[in-house]
C-alpha cells in the first residue's frame, strides 16, 4: 500500500513538472497572445485622452467625438461570434492573422484621412470600423487557441492571467501613451496603431505553431447542433458567467469615465497627469489578475469563491465611493474595486474555457467576449447619463449591478 502511493505522489510530482516544462516551452507563444489584446486595448483607449483635441481640430460635436470610440465597439460585439464560429472550422491562427490586418488597416485609414483630408470625420468611422472588424477577430480568438494548446486545466488558467494581465496593461498604459503621442500631432495615435499590429502579426506568424494535421471540420448543421446542446446542459452556469463578465466591464469603464471626468472637470488634472493617477488603481487590478492566474490552477470551486469574493469587494468599494469626491479617497477605492474586478476576470476566462469542448470553444468564448464588449461600450455613456440626472445615486446603482454578480455567482455556478 506504500508502495502503491509513493507511486501516486510520484505521477503526481511528475505531471506537475512535466506541466511546468510545457509552459516553459509555450511561453514565447504565451507572450506573442498576449500582445493581442494589449493592442486591442490600446486600439481604442489610446484614443480617450485625445478625444477633446479631435473635437476641435474636426470641428464637430461632442457625440460624434463619443462615436469615434462607439463605432469600434458596436462592429466587434456583432462581429465577434461569426469570428468564433469561424475560428471553430477553419482554426484560430487563420483568423487571427488576417483580422490583425484589417485593425492595421483601419488605422492607416483614419491616420490618413486625419492628415490629408478637410472633411475626415465620416472616413475616420469607416477606418474606425474596419478597427473593429479586426478586433473582433483577434482579441476574442486568443482565449480557445490557450485552451488548445494545453490539456491540462493548470497550465490554461495560469496562461489565461497572463492574457488577462496584458489586458489590463493595455488600459494602464493606453491614456499615458496617447496623451504623449497626441503631445507631438493629434492623430499620431492613429498611426501607432498598425505599427503594433504589425509587431503582433510578426510576432503570431512566428511563435505560434498551427497544428501539421487538423480534424475535418464537422458539418455546420451539426456544428449548430452541438451549440444548441452546449447551451441546453450548461447554460445556467454559462448565462452567469455572461452576465457577471459584462457586469464586471461595464462597472470598470464606468468607475473609470467617472474618475476621468471628475479629475479634469473638479480638480483640473489633465492629460499624462490623470494618466498616471488612474494607472494606479488600474496597475492594483492587472496585478491582481496575474496572481489569480498563477493560484488559482485547476481548482473550479477556489475560481467560484474568488469570483463571489472580487465581486462583494467591488460592489462594497464602489458604494463608499459616493461618500466623497476627494482624489486620494476615489484612488484608493478604486483600488479595492480594481482588485475585486483584477481576481474575478481570469476566473472567469478559465471557467469557460475549460468548461466547454474544443469543437465550440471558439464560438462561446466569443459570446463571452462580446457580453465583456458590450459592458465596456455600455459603461461610460450611462455613467453619463447618471452623473447629469441622477448622480447621487450613481454608485448605488454600480454597486446595486456587481451584487446581480455576487448572486449569479452564488445561484448558478456549481462546480464539481
Known sequence: MEHVEKLKFGSKNADKKRSRDNVQ???????????????????????????????????????????????????????????????????????????????????????????????????ILCGRALQGVGAAGAAPIVMPLIGDMFNNDDEISSSLGMIETSNTFGKVLSPILGAFLAGFIWYLPFFAFPVFCGISILLVSLLIKAPKERQVPIPFKKF??????????????????????AIMMFVLFGVLFYLSDVLEKTYDIKIIKKGFLLAVPLGALCLASFITGKVIKENKVLMKWIIFGGSTLTSIAVAILSFSDGVWFMIILFIFGG?????????LDALITCGIEKEERGTITSIYSSMRFIGVAAGPPTVAILMKNAENSLFYVLSGLTAIAIIATFMAIKPD
Open 339 to 347: 482588485i475585486g474586478i483584477g481576481v474575478a476576470l481570469p476566473c
Open 224 to 245: 449548430l447542433q452541438n451549440i444548441k446542446d452546449t447551451f441546453i446542459h450548461n447554460g445556467k452556469w454559462l448565462y452567469a458567467i455572461f452576465i457577471i463578465g
Open 25 to 123: 516551452k509555450q511561453k514565447w507563444a504565451i507572450l506573442s497572445l498576449a500582445s493581442i489584446p494589449l493592442v486591442m486595448t490600446l486600439g481604442n483607449s489610446m484614443l480617450i485622452p485625445v478625444l477633446p483635441e479631435m473635437e476641435k481640430n474636426l470641428n464637430i460635436t461632442p457625440f460624434q467625438t463619443s462615436m469615434i470610440l462607439t463605432v469600434y465597439s458596436v462592429v466587434a460585439i456583432i462581429l465577434i461570434p461569426v469570428a468564433g464560429c469561424l475560428s471553430d472550422h477553419f482554426g484560430r491562427k487563420k483568423i487571427i492573422i488576417p483580422s490583425l490586418i484589417i485593425a492595421g488597416i483601419g488605422g492607416i485609414v483614419s491616420g490618413w484621412a486625419a492628415w490629408k483630408i478637410d472633411d475626415a470625420y465620416w472616413i
